[in-house]
């Protein structure tokens, strides 16, 4: 368990919280400490090891659950996944209603469902489908049956005696929110701008088009001034513009490779031009993706299929009941 202290005035400490045999390591919880509350910002996997990390680290810092408010900047179970704890301690929990609901709907299997069948439409075989049902978003989501106070975009709230600004940036997820505080220039960044690994960006049933919304969030955020930006996950940095270029950059060139794909491979369906792309796997071939790794990347593959749908550059043709794609 590590705890970094981060900032004085607020106080704010990073708690590290580990996510075992998953590829983004651990997850960077956030608390700020106030004269007479507490804030906590994400939580890590409703699993033991993430539990006992982050507890640790709350105990140590002298945290008092029931004095205590919960920001969920997003829906996905590395995020929210303790907030049941947090919900029995008397805390307040926060969080945006689209991701809330997402929650909520996927309480009956429905949202995964959704997803296996698109995902079957577009190729992918219903073995790899069933060899994910293990995936940790799955697994270690949290109950939603808790009471959540709803927030919105540009909403100011009193949190651990700071006034955070809500700022709303849909992508990676539909409701994801990054908390900025404004007199000090320093933003809570999320999942929203990683600094030494890109953003899953997936297809969304009720989100069209979230490559697009994602290139708009980060747009919304561009010239924002930031003097210290403190991502979910790995490092943060002293700014977020000279990132977000990069970030527009990977998009551009991976929109470039399906497009690429697709000219070499009239007809292919998605899943077939997944292994196309270019995925930081460490030199594995696309047969030795462990199989949650191969889910986010045909998410992806899709999220840049749908954008080069809506941008007129791919056409698609469903031929006996699958999905398969052309260039114009």
């Known amino acids: 368990m590590m705890i970094e202290h981060i900032c004085a005035e607020p106080d704010i400490y990073r708690i590290e919280v580990p996510l075992p045999n998953n590829p983004l390591r651990y997850l960077n919880s956030y608390v700020v400490r106030g004269r007479d509350r507490f804030l906590v910002i994400d939580t890590g996997f409703n699993r033991p090891e993430c539990r006992e990390a982050l507890f640790t680290g709350l105990d140590s810092l002298r945290v008092d659950l029931a004095r205590t408010d919960l920001f969920l900047t997003h829906l996905h179970a590395d995020h929210t996944g303790l907030v049941g704890d947090f919900a029995r301690a008397g805390s307040r929990i926060f969080m945006h209603h689209d991701d809330y609901q997402y929650l909520v709907d996927s309480t009956d299997g429905s949202t995964w469902r959704y997803a296996e069948e698109k995902f079957m439409v577009e190729g992918m075989p219903p073995q790899d489908i069933k060899n994910q049902f293990s995936n940790q978003a799955r697994k270690y989501s949290p109950d939603p049956s808790f009471t959540v106070q709803t927030v919105h975009d540009g909403e100011r709230i009193l949190l651990a005696g700071t006034e955070f600004q809500v700022i709303h940036t849909p992508g990676h997820t539909k409701g994801l929110c990054c908390l900025y505080i404004p007199d000090k220039e320093i933003i809570f960044t999320s999942d929203h701008i990683l600094f030494d690994i890109t953003p899953n960006i997936q297809y969304w049933y009720h989100m069209p088009d979230a490559l697009e919304r994602y290139l708009q969030s980060l747009d919304k955020v561009y010239d924002l001034p930031v003097r210290l930006a403190l991502p979910g996950h790995r490092k943060g940095d002293t700014s977020i513009a000279s990132r977000i270029d990069a970030l527009r950059r990977h998009h551009a060139s991976r929109l470039d490779e399906v497009l690429q794909a697709a000219a070499a491979h009239p007809g292919a369906t998605a899943f077939e031009?997944?292994?196309?792309?270019?995925?930081?796997?460490?030199?594995?071939?696309?047969?030795?993706?462990?199989?949650?790794?191969?889910?986010?990347?045909?998410?992806?593959?899709?999220?840049?299929?749908?954008?080069?749908?809506?941008?007129g550059q791919l056409i698609r043709r469903e031929i006996d009941g699958t999905y398969r794609y052309y260039t114009v």
């Not at 460490?282 to 593959?301: D, H, N, V």
């Open 273 to 311: 031009l997944a292994p196309c792309l270019s995925w930081s796997m460490r030199g594995r071939s696309w047969a030795e993706f462990p199989p949650t790794q191969k889910w986010f990347a045909m998410g992806e593959t899709l999220a840049h299929i749908e954008y080069l749908l809506h941008h």
